[in-house]
């Protein structure tokens, strides 16, 4: 839904509403504009705006105008009439100002109330909701509804769906092009993903309206995954800025990866998330333990390459604690300038089971294991390759198998969140300590 201002003015006022778009042309620009017929025409031929004409005014284009505002996506009506001279066949006040009353919209019956709705609208912020609809387990088109009725109150709200068509990171970029003040992502955590991807670099903030079955990037961030409180966090305006990363040439924001964490997001199919929610990543890592083999990787960091087996690899840029397979260090700081990586190199199935037991439990009192299984280091950028080839999971989705070269991007994204319970951003000129000391023993 594309926010939409309608113009009507009576003949005598046609004149008025040209010199008012004119005007205002470059807010106007920011809008769909629609008109009755010969009110539209005029706009369109002296000023260069695209308006879409309804029928005339006589023909009923007024009470198409009123359907529009029915539909929930009309900002404002300016309706300049003539109350000395109207003719009998000009639109009428009445119909519209029922619904516009019904619908709270602002509408303008002179140049006076124009004014003050254009200076209201210049001053309202412009966001792009870029909304999944088959995200989560609830009932999407109430939650657009609640989400719309919570932003609207101070933002002016551009809505877009993905579609299997149409991804959210095309829709963030476009969103990007018209000119947005902020771009709100909602849905789960590859829609987010792929959302910030357009934004890294841009100064454009990212809202998160979390949706998804595990709302990971949420989690970790302390963003609300209530709906309410999530919008509120948005409208409150306070911002943080973390550290993002590219795995392959693909938006991250949360983590890759390889292995055993992989091969479990694999088997969470959708029937099975839509089912069990979160329980679905359990179930599957369960069943995962009794398959999982181990594999020769050689990862590569700062020029230096090491070979070792391991069942799991994961690289982090920001991971809640539930993110077991991240926890090397007891937490992953999002604003350090550096890559979290947890090797786990557990042979048997008891000794994994211990191993996820203590790094959750690690990451709850954040503080690192000591498990000569768990291997762990900070890095800017690394490479890594693994035979047999190991599937690897980034942000949620399957991208393919190794080989995978991630790289972060200090400070690259600005998110509206509560204050970070991290480390101040900060980049080390070497390696993070235990990085090359364990390339050295290695």
């Not at 031929?45 to 005014?57: D, H, I, N, S, Y």
């Not at 762990?376 to 390759?385: A, E, G, S, Y």
């Amino acid at each position: 839904m594309v926010p939409t201002i309608a113009l009507i003015a009576h003949d005598a006022k046609k004149g008025a509403m040209v010199a008012f778009a004119k005007k205002y042309a470059a807010l106007l620009s920011r809008y769909r504009l629609i008109a009755t017929g010969a009110t539209g025409q005029r706009v369109r031929e002296e000023t260069g705006l695209a308006v879409e004409q309804m029928l005339a005014g006589a023909m009923g284009g007024d009470v198409q105008i009123a359907a529009e505002v029915v539909t929930g996506s009309m900002v404002a009506v300016i309706f300049l009439i003539d109350q000395a001279n109207a003719r009998p066949y000009e639109p009428e006040l009445q119909g519209l100002l029922r619904v516009c009353e019904l619908h709270n919209v602002m509408l303008a019956t002179n140049m006076a109330t124009a004014e003050v709705i254009a200076a209201s609208l210049r001053d309202t912020r412009s966001a792009h909701l870029i909304f999944n609809p088959v995200s989560g387990q609830g009932n999407s088109q109430q939650a657009l509804l609640t989400i719309r009725q919570l932003l609207t109150v101070e933002l002016r709200l551009t809505i877009h769906l993905t579609t299997t068509e149409i991804g959210a990171e095309h829709l963030a970029q476009k969103a990007i092009a018209s000119g947005a003040d902020l771009i709100i992502a909602s849905g789960g955590d590859g829609t987010i993903s792929a959302v910030a991807g357009a934004l890294v670099g841009t100064n454009v903030p990212l809202g998160v309206i979390p949706r998804g079955t595990a709302n990971a990037f949420a989690v970790a961030l302390g963003i609300p995954l209530n709906l309410q409180a999530a919008c509120q966090t948005i409208l409150a305006g306070m911002t943080q800025i973390i550290d993002v990363a590219r795995c392959n040439g693909l938006p991250m924001i949360l983590l890759a990866g390889i292995g055993f964490e992989a091969e479990t997001v694999e088997k969470a199919s959708r029937e099975i998330k839509d089912r069990f929610g979160p329980l679905a990543y359990i179930l599957a890592g369960a069943q995962q333990l009794n398959e999982q083999q181990s594999f020769t990787a050689q990862i590569e960091v700062d020029g230096k390459v090491s070979e070792f087996q391991a069942a799991a690899i994961t690289i982090a840029n920001a991971a809640p604690p539930t993110s077991v397979l991240a926890q090397g260090f007891g937490r992953v700081i999002v604003n350090d300038g550096l890559l979290e990586v947890t090797i786990g190199a557990a042979q048997t199935r008891v000794q994994a089971i211990a191993a996820m037991l203590q790094l959750f439990g690690s990451a709850l009192i954040r503080v690192a294991p000591n498990r000569e299984d768990v291997i762990c280091l900070r890095t800017r950028q690394i490479k890594v390759t693994a035979d047999p080839p190991q599937k690897v999971v980034l942000d949620g989705e399957i991208i393919g198998t190794t080989p995978v070269a991630v790289e972060c991007i200090p400070a690259g994204l600005t998110v509206f969140a509560p204050p970070l319970l991290t480390a101040p951003y900060s980049v080390p000129t070497d390696l993070a300590d235990g990085a090359e000391e364990w390339f050295q023993e290695s």
